[in-house]
């Protein structure tokens, strides 16, 4: 199974990324800004993990290692939506302002897809489905507000 938490994590830390840099750096830049950022995130949270997860369960960190690894290869993956987005946007011959705010609302529409769907698997009926995805929609447009704020 998918571990929801780094998808939504790392939805968050590339669209993040885009708010940030559009308008300061060439499509490129950016992509590379997302990649390395998401990178760095990943190696922490792998980072705190297995040395929580080891402390917790007193297990050999190798062993705490290799379960964190399961467990948080989603966060790069999910990082990768993004910069996808804002890379076909750039293909489509989109101005990077324009491309950075449809990737920027693409990653709205996938926290609150996400969120909704992390709620179902997750045992909520439909209204905590629906509250779920609305707190994946308010992680979005808060990443919405600093792209607006920036630029």
């Known amino acids: 199974m998918i571990n929801g938490e780094g998808v939504i994590t790392g939805t968050v ?3 993040a990324v885009i708010a940030a840099a559009a308008g300061h750096l060439e499509e490129t830049r950016i992509v590379l800004a997302i990649l390395g950022t998401a990178f760095i995130y ?9 040395l929580g997860d080891a402390v ?17 290869w989603p966060i790069l993956a999910a990082a990768l939506v993004p910069a996808a987005i804002l890379l076909v946007t750039q293909l489509a011959g989109v101005q990077i ?3 950075a705010w449809i990737a920027v ?14 709620g179902r ?15 994946g929609l308010a992680l979005g447009l808060l990443v919405v507000g600093l792209k607006a704020s920036l630029h």
């Not at 698997?121 to 707190?135: F, Q």
Request: hydrophobic fraction near 45%; aromatic fraction near 4%; charged fraction near 15%.
């Open 42 to 50: 990943w190696l922490a949270h792998l980072h705190a993990r297995t």
């Open 121 to 135: 698997r997750g045992g909520l009926g439909l209204g905590g489905s629906l509250v779920s995805a609305a707190v």
């Open 97 to 99: 302002r324009t491309g």
């Open 13 to 15: 830390v590339s669209a």
């Open 56 to 72: 917790k369960h007193r297990t050999h960190p190798k062993d705490a290692l290799r379960e964190a690894l399961a467990e948080t």
């Open 105 to 118: 609302i693409g990653s709205t529409v996938l926290l609150t897809v996400y969120s909704f769907l992390a």
